[in-house]
């Protein structure tokens, strides 16, 4: 069984479920990985991508996007927006279902972590200043840059001199780690809908003990700002023509 859409969904699967493994690993108690810090959260959200994009692509979607910010830059850059709708709902669903196989793996440790905004923290994002504009402003720019670098990773000016195949996933790991450590100190870069969105769902669903609110009043953020940050750099490529 494979197919483009089947790809997605798995990709984004596997991608939230190590990424948000690696924050349940760094913030709940009593675990291992408690209190590692932020350069194990970025490590892991790297091979968390690398992870997925190989996967999805063993799945079927030769596009891997696993994104739907990246699906619309796509789309902008391309003029074709067949794939927008049927890629976002699938990779959607994949993250709400990474989010609560994280959410059963890490099962004893949620009644033992106190702190609500830890238990949310591993699902979606959390600004370290509750900024709006400041925050949707992060969100944009981080995603712009995610879209542009892994267009140009795949252009046809840089693909002449790729050393080999599949080299492309590996660059993206890097690029998203890169994005993690330079801009994600603000907002916890999301620079992904689906990947905040479907957690932050399962969230809200999950009988976690002890769980607060699911900050609704921030989510627009993370899915607003990200498909502003897309069209923006899919205009870009479409300039640039990479």
């Not at 990773?153 to 993690?180: D, E």
């Not at 801009?183 to 990947?195: D, E, K, Q, V």
């Not at 989510?219 to 870009?236: D, Q, T």
């Given at each position: 069984?494979?197919?483009?859409i089947?790809?997605?969904?798995?990709?984004?699967?596997?991608?939230?479920?190590l990424?948000?493994?690696?924050v349940?690993?760094?913030?709940?108690?009593q675990?291992?990985?408690?209190n590692?810090?932020?350069?194990?959260?970025?490590?892991g959200?790297?091979?968390?991508?690398l992870?997925?994009?190989?996967?999805?692509?063993?799945?079927?979607?030769?596009?891997?996007?696993?994104?739907?910010?990246?699906?619309?830059?796509?789309?902008?850059?391309?003029?074709?927006?067949s794939?927008?709708?049927?890629?976002?709902?699938?990779?959607?669903?994949?993250?709400f279902?990474?989010a609560?196989v994280v959410?059963?793996?890490?099962?004893?440790h949620w009644?033992?972590?106190g702190?609500?905004?830890?238990?949310l923290?591993?699902?979606?994002?959390?600004?370290?200043v509750?900024r709006?504009?400041?925050?949707?402003?992060?969100?944009?720019?981080?995603?712009?840059?995610?879209a542009?670098?892994?267009?140009a990773?795949f252009?046809t000016?840089?693909?002449?001199?790729?050393?080999?195949p599949?080299?492309?996933?590996?660059?993206?790991g890097?690029?998203?780690?890169?994005?993690?450590?330079?801009?994600g100190?603000?907002t916890?870069?999301?620079?992904?809908p689906a990947?905040?969105?479907?957690?932050?769902?399962?969230?809200?669903?999950l009988?976690i003990?002890?769980?607060?609110?699911?900050?609704?009043?921030?989510?627009?953020?993370?899915?607003?700002?990200?498909?502003?940050?897309?069209v923006?750099a899919?205009?870009?490529v479409r300039?640039?023509?990479?």
């Amino acid at each position: 069984m494979s197919s483009p859409i089947f790809g997605e969904l798995v990709g984004t699967f596997m991608l939230v479920l190590l990424g948000d493994g690696v924050v349940a690993g760094v913030l709940l108690k009593q675990s291992k990985g408690e209190n590692a810090g932020w350069f194990a959260i970025t490590a892991g959200w790297a091979f968390a991508v690398l992870a997925g994009v190989f996967t999805a692509t063993a799945c079927g979607s030769p596009d891997a996007h696993l994104n739907p910010a990246i699906t619309l830059a796509a789309a902008v850059s391309s003029g074709d927006f067949s794939k927008v709708l049927s890629y976002s709902f699938a990779q959607l669903i994949g993250a709400f279902a990474g989010a609560v196989v994280v959410w059963i793996h890490y099962s004893p440790h949620w009644i033992l972590t106190g702190d609500q905004n830890l238990k949310l923290g591993t699902f979606c994002t959390i600004p370290a200043v509750h900024r709006p504009l400041a925050n949707l402003a992060s969100e944009v720019i981080a995603t712009f840059v995610l879209a542009v670098v892994a267009a140009a990773i795949f252009s046809t000016r840089v693909a002449r001199s790729a050393p080999a195949p599949g080299i492309g996933p590996l660059l993206v790991g890097s690029l998203v780690w890169g994005i993690g450590l330079s801009l994600g100190g603000t907002t916890g870069y999301a620079i992904n809908p689906a990947r905040d969105l479907g957690p932050r769902l399962a969230h809200a669903l999950l009988p976690i003990p002890g769980k607060r609110d699911s900050d609704w009043s921030y989510a627009p953020i993370p899915v607003i700002g990200p498909l502003i940050g897309a069209v923006l750099a899919g205009l870009f490529v479409r300039l640039v023509r990479f």
